[in-house]
């Protein structure tokens, strides 16, 4: 079991910036990406950004060049740098990680508990 924590939400207005931070423990083993969904009130989760242990990055249509995620291998950490927020990117973000176990290769995906970002107009 793997416990992320997560930080960096809060309340912004339009045009400004914020920073998620996900960690999942530097004794976490095993993971092969980490990334950042959203969920707004009344619509489906949806993919912010994702990033592989080889680098390999995957952004939401919407993101349109505004965020960057980055990821740290050896501690196990993921950010995600939003800037020119709008006020349709409020909603609660979500940390998650994918991976296989390394003694058995059994396939894993935890959730972190979501942290609201909210953007004022």
């Known amino acids: 079991q793997v416990h992320l924590v997560e930080s960096g939400g809060g309340l912004v207005q339009a045009g400004g910036s914020l920073r998620l931070s996900c960690s999942a423990g530097e004794r976490a083993s095993g993971i092969n990406a980490m990334g950042w969904y959203r969920q707004a009130p009344g619509k489906e989760r949806e993919l912010v950004a994702t990033?592989?242990?080889?680098?390999?990055?995957i952004y939401g249509d919407f993101v349109k060049g505004r965020f960057t995620i980055a990821g740290d291998n050896a501690k196990n950490t993921v950010t995600l740098q939003m800037n020119s927020l709008k006020p349709e990117d409020t909603a609660v973000y979500y940390c998650d990680i994918e991976g296989r176990t390394k003694n058995n290769g059994i396939p894993f995906n935890y959730w972190g508990q979501g942290t609201q970002v909210t953007v004022s107009s």
């Open positions: 990033i592989s242990s080889g680098g390999i990055t």
